[in-house]
């Protein structure tokens, strides 16, 4: 309610509305006196009826008038003399504590309002030079202070506040506080913050304990609700972990107050060197942009994303955002099975040949029974052919299947390709091609449902047809869907422009496969047009149950490299390959892995550890024995022992405490019956986090939610000097009931002067005086 | 008129109409050899690919259209012959029955990264056929030269291949090198040439970055003609053994082709 309202309000009915929510109405009479007011009003009206039949000038409507407004004016006597009162609870004073909570966050210093910092507010109220409310609360309570944070802690002195809370949990830190004083009379608790909390943590549960514990909160918000001038890179979603050399497409939202249309230019900077940069129009409030660069290095590194800061920002420290990213120097392997010699074979290899972080084992049918393998790292590899057995298959992190009808596998291995991907979380890419698809009779198998395609029965072909040529044949014009074109695989160039003409010069390729539909739940980001063929899927995936399944249906992409418009110099096709197989084995599970919750924790925050484990048939393994070893920033190594959580199969967790700032490095090992099951590697930093500079304006609606849900009220300072009032009338604490006379209120007496100056006003207006 | 005058007068007359009739042809030779021949179009399947050039000695002789072309030797039945013995040996599904002819400058050839070139010591290519050759062997093609015997067709083929490839070596290949084992599994490369014996067959490479560890892209049977045991090999003319030993270079030839 404004405060003008209130004050009219409170001026026509001597009370705040506050009192009238919390009070009862009753009448300061007893029942007989009552039951004569009522027999009075039975014997007045006869006497009204005796004068309704006076006549004179009157009309009948003038007398009906004048008996109304008489009677109006009688009844309102007749009220106010069985003296109407509000009954209220109210604390006896110095009887009742309250508790203070003065935030202790960083964000506190942010000087947004006069520029003056926020926390300027608490040291004006509860300074050695104290203030009107701060007195108000000590005449009327105990008062008990607490900072908080992370959490409340008690505070004797409010001048001992420093502003340097990393983070705020608002939930915590009232529950901590009601705990402390729940053995005293509570009136409620106060709370002093911005309410930029970022604890992630619900409050719903918090607020519900409140009002089952009858503690009231007065929630004061201080800061600016919306800043006037600033520039936040608000999200960053990167992955934890990428092969080194790969090439990262990260999405960074940047919002902005005041520098609407404005351009800034976001870099991104490994180590202190700038590694990718671009320019951002800032045409609404979060602008999401998209944004390339390499992993060129190995390791845990640091990413930062940042945007100058501009003149007039309130706030500079939330102009970056830094990123742990494990990048990893692995080699994971990827098995090729060809059904027939062809060029898509001799250009794949060639276009990963220097890409030392996959490894492309690639088995080739040469004939019936006969098959030639490339780059096996021992003669025993895939001897036989295509792996019979999981745990020969399930080794590898990637399978590509080449022009290979699906009659040459057993039902068995159709069922292990399927179980590669829903079960191991292998990633399948599946090449069109003479004997691939649905003219590789694949309809119907269980490989069949794992593809992001839908699939058709073949057609039978005589002997004659097939030499006459392939079943199926369209040139395709290949372009990206507009999901394609942001894609890491498919946006080739540095922005969207670059990449859409890259696009748009690549010659034709060519498909033997009729593809027409793809399954609901899959993405489309390539598809190509050409005779006959309109918009069929090019490059298509889904996720399936672990893993991911990818339909590249062109026959020939090796066109890219070879076809006489394209420039020798042009790495295109070297690109699409690398960047289409390091996303084909990019998080793919290995048999043991582990991450930490966050890839960020505040110094004496706890870490909290995950490591799961499979076996080489890739099932969840329950009894292992799981160690991780932590290495500090020092190098100091210590183990933490993992523990079965026993709510989830092949799960378990630890935790240990980062005493040092700086990354630390996890390796997690798994044993089982004296078998190493496998080892796995992760990073986490602990750090001074800056997460109070973001998202830091006022938040006004989780304060007044607060407040509403536990029966309090939100303030401002401007409004705060109610306060101390306000919890006089408060259920919570030492109360006595008090009873506030009603029958003195102005509003009575104007009703009453209304009343009889209007029929005399009548009387005088229709001659009747 | 005299018999004397009449017989000059026909002999005049017929030198004319000789030479009405030979001009053009040799003309239309000195002007790319065009021959009637049908390329098919790209279809998505293997296909042998014959690489035409401008000889720099032409005639007529026993070979298509009548005509001793240099690089029509063998034509067609040499490339049929060899997709018969694809076809049924190997998983390959190549075009049957159908090959295409094409220039070294021409853009189609890029649509097949596996081509054919014999009688090389007849080739003189123009510097837009080596240049075009050249980035073809770049960009990833692959091929195979044939039918070359003495001294001097060796010396013309390394002039040649220099304009093509200045900076690379023809490195001599033995039987360990990959290329002989990629289908068939060739034991030793003591074969005979098809037609003179006494010329002992070598195979040289040219390799990418000059690296014998990387991509052959290049492979010349000097002293050799392997499509002279193609195209005859159903004759009885040549011995079947050293036929099968031609087919099994020319299938290996194909599978290393398409795979490295």
Redo the contacts between chains.
């Keep these: 309610m404004a405060s003008w309202v209130e004050s009219v309000f409170e001026f026509l009915f001597k009370y705040r509305p506050l009192l009238y929510e919390r009070g009862e109405f009753s009448l300061g009479v007893s029942w007989p006196l009552i039951l004569a007011g009522v027999v009075a009003v039975v014997l007045a009206v006869p006497t009204v009826l005796c004068y309704r039949d006076v006549r004179g000038k009157s009309s009948a409507r003038d007398r009906l008038v004048l008996t109304g407004l008489r009677t109006a004016a009688l009844l309102l006597v007749l009220f106010c003399l069985f003296r109407p009162s509000l009954s209220l609870s109210t604390v006896v004073p110095q009887r009742s504590f309250v508790g203070i909570l003065l935030d202790d966050s960083r964000s506190m210093q942010i000087a947004d309002v006069e520029n003056e910092p926020r926390g300027r507010f608490i040291q004006d109220t509860f300074g050695p030079e104290g203030s009107a409310l701060a007195k108000a609360l000590s005449d009327k309570f105990i008062v008990r202070f607490f900072r908080f944070s992370e959490t409340a802690q008690r505070l004797n002195d409010p001048a001992a506040l420093t502003f340097a809370g990393a983070r705020t949990h608002l939930a915590r830190s009232l529950i901590r506080s009601a705990e402390e004083l729940s053995n005293v009379p509570l009136a409620g608790l106060i709370v002093m913050s911005d309410g930029a909390d970022n604890s992630n943590a619900a409050i719903s549960d918090t607020l519900l304990e409140l009002q089952a514990r009858k503690v009231p909160v007065y929630t004061v918000g201080l800061g600016r609700e919306r800043f006037t001038k600033d520039i936040e890179i608000s999200r960053v979603e990167a992955p934890r972990s990428v092969l080194v050399g790969s090439s990262l497409i990260v999405d960074v939202t940047i919002s902005q107050r005041g520098f609407n249309g404005e351009t800034v230019r976001l870099d991104v900077e490994d180590d202190g060197r700038i590694v990718s940069s671009r320019e951002v129009e800032l045409s609404s409030e979060a602008t999401t942009v998209r944004i390339h660069f390499t992993a060129a290095d190995p390791g845990a590194r640091i990413f930062r994303f940042r945007v100058a800061t501009k003149e007039g920002e309130m706030v500079s420290q939330n102009n970056q955002r830094d990123q742990l990213i494990y990048v990893e120097d692995e080699r994971p392997k990827i098995l090729y099975f060809e059904g027939e010699p062809r060029y898509e074979v001799k250009f794949i290899r060639r276009a990963v040949a220097d890409d030392e972080n996959l490894q492309v084992v690639c088995l080739l049918r040469t004939a019936e029974n006969k098959y030639y393998r490339i780059d096996i790292d021992d003669p025993e590899e895939l001897a036989s052919g295509f792996p019979k057995t999981r745990e020969e298959l399930f080794k590898y992190r990637g399978l590509i299947l080449g022009s290979i009808e699906a009659s040459h596998f057993t039902h068995d291995q159709l069922r292990m390709i399927a179980d590669f991907v829903s079960q191991r979380g292998g990633g399948l890419l599946v090449l069109g091609g003479r004997l691939a698809l649905s003219e590789g009779g694949y309809a119907g198998t269980p490989v069949a449902d794992v593809l992001p395609v839908v699939l058709s029965p073949a057609k039978e072909r005589s002997e004659a047809e097939e030499l006459a040529g392939p079943a199926f044949f369209s040139t395709l014009t290949v372009k990206p869907t507009p999901f394609g074109a942001t894609h890491p695989v498919t946006q080739f160039g540095p922005d969207l422009d670059a990449s859409s003409e890259r696009w748009a010069t690549l010659p034709p390729l060519s498909t033997l496969n009729d593809v027409t539909a793809v399954k609901p739940g899959a993405t489309t980001l390539l598809t190509g047009s050409g005779p006959g063929v309109d918009e069929q899927p090019v490059l298509v995936f889904q996720r399936y149950g672990r893993g991911k399944s990818i339909a590249f249906t062109v026959n020939d992409s090796w066109l890219w490299q070879m076809h006489h418009d394209m420039p020798l110099e042009d790495m295109t096709h070297e690109l699409l390959w690398r960047k289409l197989l390091r996303w084909l084995v990019s998080y793919v599970p290995q048999q043991v892995s582990i991450s930490a919750e966050k890839h960020r924790y505040a110094p004496g925050e706890s870490v909290s550890l995950l490591a799961e484990t499979d076996d080489d048939r890739f099932l969840k393994v329950n009894n292992a024995q799981v160690t991780a070893t932590v290495r500090t920033p020092s190098g100091e190594r210590f183990d933490v022992p993992m523990e079965w959580t026993v709510d989830k199969d092949g799960e378990y967790r630890g935790n240990f405490l980062p005493r040092e700032k700086g990354i630390y490095e996890i390796t997690v090992s798994a044993m089982r019956d004296g078998v190493e099951l496998g080892t796995a590697r992760a990073f986490t930093e602990s750090q001074d986090l800056d997460d109070e500079y973001f998202q830091a304006e006022m938040r006004m609606a989780l304060l007044e939610r607060v407040a509403h849900e536990t029966g309090g009220r939100f303030y401002t300072p401007d409004t705060v000097a109610r306060l101390p009032e306000d919890m006089t009338y408060a259920e919570g604490g030492m109360t006595v009931r008090e009873q506030h006379d009603l029958w003195d209120m102005p509003f009575i007496f104007l009703m009453l002067v209304g009343l009889v100056g209007s029929e005399w006003g009548y009387r005088k207006l229709r001659g009747l005086a | 008129m005299s018999p004397t005058l009449k017989k000059r007068l026909f002999l005049a007359l017929a030198a004319v109409v000789v030479m009405s009739l030979a001009v053009p042809i040799g003309a239309s030779f000195l002007q790319g050899f065009d021959v009637p021949y049908e390329n098919h179009a790209?279809?998505?399947?293997?296909t042998f690919v014959r690489v035409k050039f401008e000889p720099t000695q032409w005639g007529r002789g026993p070979y298509q259209w009548g005509l001793d072309l240099k690089w029509n030797h063998d034509y067609p039945q040499a490339e049929r012959n060899l997709m018969t013995i694809l076809k049924h040996?190997?998983?390959?599904?190549p075009?049957?029955g159908k090959s295409n002819i094409y220039a070294l400058d021409d853009?189609?050839?890029?649509?097949y990264?596996w081509a054919y070139l014999c009688e090389v010591g007849f080739w003189n290519p123009t510097k837009a056929e080596a240049e075009s050759l050249r980035?073809y062997l770049?960009?990833?093609?692959f091929l195979v030269v044939d039918d070359f015997i003495t001294e001097w067709q060796w010396f013309n083929y390394v002039e040649q291949m220099r304009k093509v490839m200045p900076d690379y070596q023809l490195v001599e290949l033995d039987v360990s090198h990959p290329i002989f084992n990629?289908?068939f599994y060739i034991e030793t490369l003591d074969f005979e040439h098809p037609t003179l014996p006494g010329y002992q067959p070598v195979y040289y490479g040219i390799f990418e970055d000059n690296d014998p560890k990387k991509?052959l892209m290049v492979i010349a049977n000097y002293n050799h003609d392997i499509g002279d045991y193609w195209e005859w090999s159903g004759s009885g003319w040549v011995p079947i053994d050293i036929s099968n030993e031609a087919f099994k270079l020319g299938v290996n030839y194909?599978?290393y082709?398409?795979?490295?």
């Design positions: 790209y279809n998505g399947r293997f040996h190997t998983s390959i599904s075009n049957m853009p189609e050839l890029f649509r990264p980035t770049l960009k990833g093609g990629s289908f991509r194909v599978v082709g398409m795979t490295h």
